[in-house]
Every structure is written in C-alpha cells, then in structure tokens.
C-alpha cells in the first residue's frame, strides 16, 4: 500500500476533484492519508481564485520540500504533484519556482494521474499537463463512486462562458460543459445507495445546465425532478448559480420539489449598476431583486447567501453605499466576501481607476460587519423554534451529533437514539453566529424530550 495525501484548496468543484483524485489512484494502490511527512504521493489541489490563494501553495511547498529532501536521505520517494487551477494557470513555472514538483496538472487531465504518476516513478522525469483535451473528462473518469458521505457533491457542469471582468475561471476551468443527464443520474443512485442523503450539484455555473436526451432539452429544473424521484434522496442542493440563469422554469421547481432546500447562494457581486457592467455580470440589481421576490412568492421560508466583491476598479464611495442598500433589502442569511484582487489575464486587471488596499480594506470590514449582523439575527430568529437537521458526524463531546438544518447552519443535539445520516427534528434552544443547539422533539406529540 502506497500512501496519497491530498490537500484541497478553493471551491467545492476542488472538494469533488480530489475525492475523483482517490478514486482514481485507489485501485493502483494508494490509501488515503492525513500526514504528508509518511505519504508516498501529495496532492495539492489549489485554488487560483484569488492572489492569496495562489500564493498559499508556494508557502505550503516551502512546508513540503525540506521533508521530501529529508525522506530522499532515507532513501524514500516522495513525489509531488500541483493540480487544479494554479496548476492550469502558471503551469511550468510552478517546477522553475519549486523544482522538487514532480507533476503539474489542471482541472481537465486529473484523469490521467495514475498514468503520470507511474511514469515518473520509473524515469524520474517531470510532466506539466494543462491540456483542454477533445475528450472529456468526465468521460473517462468512471460514473462509480466510492466517496460517499451523508452529504456529497456531484459535479454535473464545468467551466464558464460569462467572462466576468475580475474572474480567472473560464481561463482555469475552460468554457462551459454539461455532463450528459444519464451519467449524473447514475452517479447520484451509487451516491444514495452507499448512504448519501443529500445531493448537492455542482458546477461554476450550475444553473446554466444544458443537455439534450431522449428528444428532451434537459435543463437544472428537469433535471432536479428527475433526482427528486430517486429512492433514497431526501434532500437537494444545487450550487453555484449566475443570475441571469434563474430562469423560471427553475424558479418553479422551488415551489414543487419538497426536497429542493429553501436555501439558495446567489451570487451579486456588486449593488451598484455602473459597478456590475465593468464587472460584465449581465444583469442589474432590478433583475436580481426580480429572482429573489419571484422565488420568496414561491416559498416563502427561502433564504439567501451570496458572494460579494468590494474595491472593485473604479468603486465609488456611493457605488460602495449602494452595495450596502442592496444588503438591507435582500436580508442574506450568510455571506461571502471579498477585496477585490487583481488577476493577471483579466480585464479587471488592467482597468483604470484600482481601488488602494486602504479604502478596500475599510469597505470589506463594513460590509462584513453588516454581513455578520445579518447572519447573526437570522440565526437567532430560529431560537425557540423547529428546524430539521441532517446528522453528518458525532460532534465533539459523547452522544452528540453534528448535522446541516436546511439553510446550512451547523446544528448539534444530545442525542442516544439516532444515528448518522438520519433527519432529525430538533427545537431549538441556543444559537451562535457559526453555530446552534437544538434538543430532540418527541416525533409522536411534539413534546420535548
Ligand atoms: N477578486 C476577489 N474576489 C473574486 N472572486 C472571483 N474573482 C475574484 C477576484 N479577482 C469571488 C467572487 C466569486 C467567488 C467565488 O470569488 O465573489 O463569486
Ligand atoms: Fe467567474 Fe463570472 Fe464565471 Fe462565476 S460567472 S465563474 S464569477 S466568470
């Protein structure tokens, strides 16, 4: 047994990717590890999102390398590989910055990694491979699953045709693709019949979904009926969503599936007008104030989290104030946010008028604050009441269970009876900003026990 660590860095595309990574490497031999300084094979799965987060994996090499040299003494190989974006995007200049990486490979040739790996094992050589190949990935990497958690992510659409002004993406992960309907819905049975409960979909631009089976154009909503009906789901997710593709087919789907989560991360960016054309979002802030009323006259119990860009080029200060009006009037459950980083390749990058770090870092913290605010009383309006969670893990003292409600919020219970990966109604009886307490309701009069 030969034995792999691998780090994930970034999004949830990343998370999937490197559970693929195993799965992959599994049947050559390899067992998955915690502690890089006995592994034979590391992975780096990065992130080239933002500049910081590119610039982890360089520290996190610098971490890595002196323990390589120090096996190599001892006579052990270890061999390292970059994958994902940074991968994709700095290519060879990962091995001219750190030469002890053996292999540096994007997003679209992960599949070939037991092929790549068994080649340097033999000649010592080094391979870059930030191919888009003709051929599709997912059409060699295997429907079968082996990771199967409570909770898991099934990557149903890849890459980004929208070209926002500040995002690497359609350069890291290619343009857009969808999985053919019939492989997801096989992935997703394996999923539930090794134990998933809930499905998240994943794609950088889910929402945009589009496939054409038996003389059907598939799109999410079709889609998400079709996952609705197999044996075993009990909840579904669907993530990241672009605005301008929450069509209304999918807006309806909100109001017929049960299983559908009243929780949708929909992504602004910007609340001003001026600011979300230089970013080339397509739509305006009245569009996407549109969705979130349609979808609340639909459900009424959704909420929303969103991600969130300040010091964008050219930000004015009252650009910056219509950001913080749109966050008063949406009233988002949870938020990401971020200082705008300057990505080489993208237009952004070479706009006029970049915002100083100072005046970004100021807008960030007073839009967090609000933000926290936000997420504080949204938690909090649950005290006293029932909210259903999915148990996923034990929680960290004895008896204790760990699960997601709906809305994603953290939930632990004392609990004797149930088990993990059951749905368990709870009422809740104390609630933190990253976290809350419920206590087991008595399923027969709805007394507490
Ligand atoms: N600078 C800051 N944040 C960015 N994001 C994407 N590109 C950048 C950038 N250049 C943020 C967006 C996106 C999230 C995944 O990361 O908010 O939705
Ligand atoms: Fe990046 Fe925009 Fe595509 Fe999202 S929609 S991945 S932010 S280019």
């Known amino acids: 047994m030969k034995k792999l660590f691998i780090k994930t860095y970034g999004c949830q595309m990343n998370v999937y990717d490197s559970e693929r990574m195993y799965e992959l490497l599994a049947p050559h031999g390899y067992k998955q590890s915690d502690d890089y300084s006995e592994a034979d094979v590391i992975i780096l799965n990065t992130c080239h999102i933002r500049e910081k987060a590119a610039e982890k994996i360089y520290s996190e090499l610098g971490r890595i390398v002196p323990i390589k040299k120090k096996l190599a003494k001892k006579g052990k190989k270890t061999n390292i590989v970059v994958a994902g974006c940074v991968a994709q995007a700095e290519g060879s200049e990962i091995i001219n910055r750190q030469p002890f990486v053996d292999i540096v490979v994007g997003p679209q040739t992960y599949h ?76 997703a049975k394996i999923l539930l019949k090794k134990g998933a409960k809930e499905i998240c979909l994943l794609g950088q631009n889910v929402n945009a979904y589009s496939f054409s089976y038996n003389k059907k154009d598939w799109n999410l909503a079709r889609l998400l009926r079709e996952l609705a009906g197999l044996e075993g789901i009990k909840r579904l997710r669907y993530m990241t969503s672009h ?123 007073i839009l967090q604050q609000l933000l926290n605010k936000q997420q504080i009383h949204f938690n909090n309006s649950f005290m006293d009441n029932k909210l259903e969670v999915l148990a996923e893990k034990k929680g960290k003292k004895g008896g204790q269970l760990v699960g997601k409600s709906p809305y994603l919020q953290s939930i632990y219970f004392n609990n004797e009876f149930n088990k993990i990966g059951d749905l368990v109604k709870l009422k809740i009886i104390s609630t933190g900003k990253n976290s809350l307490e419920g206590k087991l309701i008595n399923s027969s009069n709805g007394e507490i026990n």
Do not use: W
């Not at 149903?156 to 993406?169: H, L, N, P, R």
């Not at 929909?266 to 009245?286: A, E, F, T």
């Open 243 to 365: 605005p301008v593709d929450m069509n209304d087919d999918l807006i309806k789907a909100h109001g017929e599936i049960p299983f559908l989560m009243p929780y949708l991360h929909l992504p602004i960016q910007s609340g001003d007008d001026d600011i979300l054309k230089k970013m080339n979002r397509g739509y305006d802030v009245k569009l996407y104030l549109d969705i979130i009323s349609k979808l609340k006259n639909i459900r009424d119990d959704i909420a929303f989290s969103s991600d969130f860009i300040v010091g964008f080029p050219g930000e004015t200060d009252k650009a910056f104030n219509n950001t913080l009006e749109l966050v008063k009037k949406v009233n988002y459950a949870q938020a990401y946010s971020f200082k705008y980083s300057r990505r080489p390749g993208t237009p952004g990058s070479i706009m006029k008028n970049q915002i100083n770090e100072q005046i970004k870092t100021e807008r960030l913290s």
């Open 112 to 187: 070939k990694l037991p092929e790549f790996l068994s080649k340097i094992q033999k000649s010592s050589s080094k391979i870059v491979d930030t191919n888009f190949p003709v051929e599709n990935k997912f059409d060699t990497l295997e429907h079968n699953r082996d990771v199967a958690n409570v909770t898991s992510f099934l990557s149903i659409q890849e890459g980004c045709d929208k070209f926002c002004s500040f995002c690497v993406v359609p350069y890291t992960r290619g343009l857009e693709y969808s999985r053919p309907v019939i492989k997801i819905i096989e992935e």
